[in-house]
């Protein structure tokens, strides 16, 4: 599971903030089978490392804007996948983000029809035979707490 939102792409090289070999731990993990998670702000990561874009499924560099504190629609689009089927639909505050959709080979589980935002809540992907699910909410405790 990620969250953080890193502008740079992971390097081996010694940087403020990074510990051991980012960019070789990343590339590791990312052979092995094992599925990802990507919150908020982690579908804004790495925007100029093709694996990360490929992964979130999004175009790298399409991020024009976000708003806090929206109050947001969130509908169930897939009621059947494991993900969603136990939810209904609901209303939250959270940070938007105005940005391309994920491509064409994301299966959308959550939408939301809010002007601010776009419209791509929740989607599943597969990477290198991975499955990845791809959450934009998730900002702050206002988030979390409700």
Known sequence: MFYNMHKEGPT???RSGWMGRPLSALESWLATGKGV???HHAILAFPNW???VQMAGVVAGSFESFSHDEVMRIA???RDHPITREISDWEM???TYVMDEPDSDSHLLL???HPVCMKSIGWTRQYNGKRVFCLQIG???QTWND
């Open 12 to 14: 081996d090289e010694v």
């Open 37 to 39: 998670v990507l919150l």
């Open 50 to 52: 093709d694996p990360w």
């Open 76 to 78: 169930v689009e897939d």
């Open 93 to 95: 505050i959270d940070e």
């Open 111 to 113: 939408t939301t029809d």
């Open 139 to 141: 900002h702050d405790n």
